[in-house]
C-alpha cells in the first residue's frame, strides 16, 4: 500500500475531474459504496474457487463474530445496493463509483494491494446498444485524458448453458495434454478450466493456441448480439481485435468481456475491463436483470500520464504567494488573503508561515510553484499596497493597492499589465 504525496495529487485531481465530466456527458449517477462488505457477497459473486477469494481478500472477523472483507472489486457491492435501496426493480440505472479496492497481491508497476478503481454500471438494458456505449465511454476517456498507445480486446463468453457445454470439451483437450501444463493450470484445470486459457505462460502458448474457441459453440442469440455489437463498434470507428482467449477473472461474466490493453506499463497490460454479467442480480436475490460494466485502475492511468508526459506529475501547492515581513501584520496579511479568496475561489494562495527575511519567503514561493509573489513589508502596509512579483516570467515588478488586490488578482495572472511598473 502506497501513499499518494502532494506533488501526486494535482494529477489525480486532474484524472478524477476529467472522467467524472466525462460521465456526466452521458448521463451516469455516481453511487458512493462501502469499503468493507460481508464476506459472503465477495464469495457469491466472484466466485469461491478464483484466486481472489481464496488467495488475495482482507477478511477478519468484527466484535460480533461476523466475517467482513475489504472490497476487493466494487461490482458486488454495487449490485448489492441496486437490491437493498429498490434501485433495479422495474428500471433501468447507470451508476458509477470511485475509490480504494483491496487485494493481497504481489505489489509491481501498476499494481498495489490498496488500489483505487473508477467502476461504471449500467442495469436493465438486455441489447448490445449499452454494451457499445460503455466501450464508447472508456474510448472517450483516453480522448479526455490524451492517452494513447492502447487498444482494445474483445470477446463473448456466451450464456451459463453454452459455457457449460464449451468447459467438457475444454476439459477433455485440456486433459490429453495434461503433461504439457503447468502447475498452475493444472490446478486451475479442475477448479476453473476457462481461466487456463489466460495463462501468461509462453511455455504453454502454443498449447492454448490449439485450444477449442468458445465462438464455436455459441448459439445464434449470442451470436447475433456479438456481431450487432461488432457492428455498433465499426461504425463509431472504434477499432479492436477478437481475442477469443479473453475470460475475465470473475465468475459472474457472460457475453461481452473486454479489456483496453497497453504495453507500456510492463506485465500490467490492462488499464481498463469489464462485460456482461446477467445473472449476478437474480443470483443475489434480485429479480432477473440484464447488466453490464466496467472497471479501470486509477494507479496505471496515471502511470499512462506520466508516460505520456514526464512532468505530469509535479504540480503547484499555490497561484499566488504572500509574503510578510512584519509579524505585527499577520492579521492584516491573513483578512487580504481572505478577501482575494472570496473574490478568486480557484485560485490557490498560500500565506507564509513561520516568519523569516523576504529573501527566504521568496525561495519558498517559488517552491511552492506559484505564478506570483505578493509582498507586504513596512512600506507597503503604510501606503496600503502590496507589491506584485512575478515568479515564471521576465515581467517587471507592480505596486497595487491593496483595496484593489482582490478584483485585480485575477487579471494579474493572466496576463501582464502596463500600469504601476516599477523600475
Sequence with gaps: MNDILPDQTPLWQQLESTLTRVLHSYGYGEIRLPIVEKTELFKRTIGEVTDIVEKEMYTFEDRNGDSLTLRPEGTAGCVRAGIEQGLLHNQTQRLWYRGPMFRHERPQKGRYRQFHQVGVEAFGFAGPDIDAELIMISARFWKALGIGHLSLELNTLGTAE???????????????????????????????????????????????????????????????????????????????????????????????????????????????AGGRYDGLVAQLGGRETPAIGFAMGLERLVALLQEEDETADTGSQADVYLAVTDSDATGLAMGLAERCREQNPDTAILLNCGGGALGKQIKRADRSGARLALILGPDEIEQQNVQVKFLRDSRAQLMISQQDLPTELGKLLASPSPNNRID
Excluded: M
Design 162 to 272: 453454452e459455457r457449460g457445454r464449451y468447459r467438457l470439451e475444454l476439459i477433455n483437450y485440456l486433459q490429453a495434454h495434461h503433461q504439457q501444463l503447468d502447475d498452475e493450470s493444472r490446478d486451475r484445470l479442475t477448479r476453473n478450466p476457462l481461466r487456463v486459457l489466460d495463462s501468461k505462460n509462453p511455455d504453454i502458448a502454443e498449447l492454448i493456441a490449439g485450444a477449442p474457441a468458445l465462438l464455436d459453440h455459441l448459439g445464434s442469440d449470442s451470436r447475433g448480439h456479438f456481431e450487432q455489437l461488432c457492428g455498433l463498434l465499426d461504425q463509431a470507428d472504434i477499432r479492436y481485435r477478437i481475442n477469443p482467449r479473453l475470460v475475465r477473472g470473475l465468475d459472474y461474466y457472460s457475453h461481452t468481456v473486454f479489456e483496453w490493453v497497453t504495453d507500456r506499463l510492463g506485465a500490467q497490460s490492462a488499464v481498463c
